[in-house]
């Protein structure tokens, strides 16, 4: 039996240790929290006389010599973390950069920017990384393809965005190919490779062959903005027959960007296409003609089972402006509702019904063709249509246009 003496005593015992653990570990919080605050605070003044150096207007000798000053007085990891929130493409970031690595020693960061390390100190790598390509390091670039292999996404993104922004073909490289690897989130490469500093074009194109479709459709989509060569549109006009639908929709639209005769040309087939996108793209492509001639091709899209390709048509044809008219009218006795709405909205936006409307009220003996054209528009677009257009209308005009549209069966009590 356990001696009730011997118990107390090791429950006090427990209980003791156990408040010296939480005192020495409260204590060791609170003088965490007050090191990070002092940390916190030496970086914002650090900062803060960055930005008034780099707002003063002084002469760039003088800035010079006023950062050396800052930075030589200042911590190298304070420095580090000062990097983080240096402003991009500023000459005040270059000589802060310049600086820290004159001051102190280089080696030191380029040592910080090679090392992998934990979740918890990847800010060190990435800070150095920034703070050497902003200084202009010679060895920048094979530093970063070093990052890029990286376990830790958050060192892979920062070395992405720091390579989008040297004006070099290695880094440009650096980028395709981890576009090419998967690396790193397609979309957020392609941006920065669509922003590089130089011409890339050379390295892109190689990208419309490459077995991924994925890395075909960024390829296309990447090249629309640079400089059109015959054997590139070449290259993308047979891309509209690719077997990936999303390189489809890319190369009709580049190609449209490029040379629009060749685009629209390439778009006509693909109005029929099995996938909505690409019928939809195809639309905006022949659109950018802003041909009327071009309306019986776009057309039948009025009653594509895809709203968005109904959009996209809606869209083409006003761009074709008021002659599409002849095409819409049958349409409007079209079996399928959402065509027979869409040619209504479309003759609307593009000013028909309110010449029209207008023009027959305002005479005596209204046209009966006219009228009955007047009452396919209004019972295809709906009570919300005509009630738009009576509020569009002059104010001497609403009575007569009122009572023309009550002729035609539409109720508008709503409307004043």
């Known amino acids: 039996m356990t001696d009730p003496a011997h118990l107390s005593a090791a429950v006090v015992w427990l209980l003791g240790t156990l408040g010296t653990l939480w005192l020495c570990l409260s204590g060791w919080l609170v003088l965490a929290a007050r090191h990070a605050r002092a940390r916190s605070a030496a970086v914002r003044c650090v900062l803060a006389e960055f930005h008034r150096v780099e707002s003063s207007g002084m002469l760039p000798e003088e800035q010079v010599r006023q950062l050396e000053a800052l930075v030589s007085g200042t911590d190298r990891l304070l420095l580090l973390r000062a990097a983080t929130s240096l402003p991009e493409r500023s000459p005040a970031t270059e000589i802060f950069a310049r600086s820290a690595t004159t001051c102190h020693d280089l080696a030191w960061f380029v040592e910080q920017a090679s090392a992998r390390r934990g979740p918890r100190a990847n800010w060190r790598r990435i800070a150095a990384l920034r703070l050497l390509a902003y200084q202009g390091y010679s060895g920048i670039v094979p530093l970063l393809g070093q990052a890029m292999t990286d376990h830790h996404s958050e060192v892979v993104g920062a070395a992405v965005m720091t390579l989008g922004r040297i004006p070099d073909m290695?880094?440009?490289?650096?980028?395709?190919?981890?576009?090419?690897?998967?690396?790193?989130?397609?979309?957020?490469?392609?941006?920065?490779?669509?922003r590089f500093p130089i011409p890339i074009s050379h390295l892109l194109r190689p990208l419309l062959q490459h077995p991924d479709d994925t890395v075909r459709y960024w390829g296309?989509?990447?090249?629309?903005?640079?400089?059109?060569?015959?054997?590139?549109?070449?290259?993308?006009?047979?891309?509209?027959n690719d077997a990936a639908p999303l390189v489809r929709r890319a190369a009709v639209a580049t190609l449209t960007r490029m040379n629009q005769a060749e685009g629209i040309k390439a778009a006509q087939p693909l109005l029929a296409d099995a996938v909505w996108y690409v019928r939809a793209h195809a639309a905006r492509a022949i659109a950018e003609a802003e041909d009327p001639e071009l309306a019986p091709l776009v057309s039948p899209l009025l009653a594509d089972r895809e709203w968005w390709v109904r959009a996209a048509a809606k869209d083409a044809l006003q761009r074709m402006g008021t002659e599409v008219w002849a095409t819409l009218v049958p349409y409007l006795d079209h079996p399928d509702r959402f065509a027979r709405n869409g040619a209504a909205e479309v003759l609307q936006n593009v000013g028909i019904l309110d010449s029209l409307i207008v023009l027959e009220a305002a005479t005596t003996r209204p046209s009966p063709a006219k009228i009955e054209m007047l009452r396919k528009i209004t019972s295809a677009g709906g009570t919300r249509m005509a009630e738009a257009l009576l509020d569009r209308v002059?104010?001497?005009?609403?009575?007569r246009v009122r009572d023309l549209l009550a002729t035609l069966g539409l109720e508008l009590a709503g409307v004043a």
């Open 394 to 399: 002059d104010a001497g005009s609403r009575a």
């Open 170 to 194: 290695k880094a440009a490289e650096l980028l395709i190919n981890a576009l090419k690897s998967r690396q790193y989130p397609a979309s957020r490469i392609a941006t920065y490779l669509d």
């Open 220 to 240: 296309v989509m990447l090249l629309a903005r640079h400089k059109p060569t015959a054997a590139l549109e070449r290259d993308l006009v047979g891309l509209t």
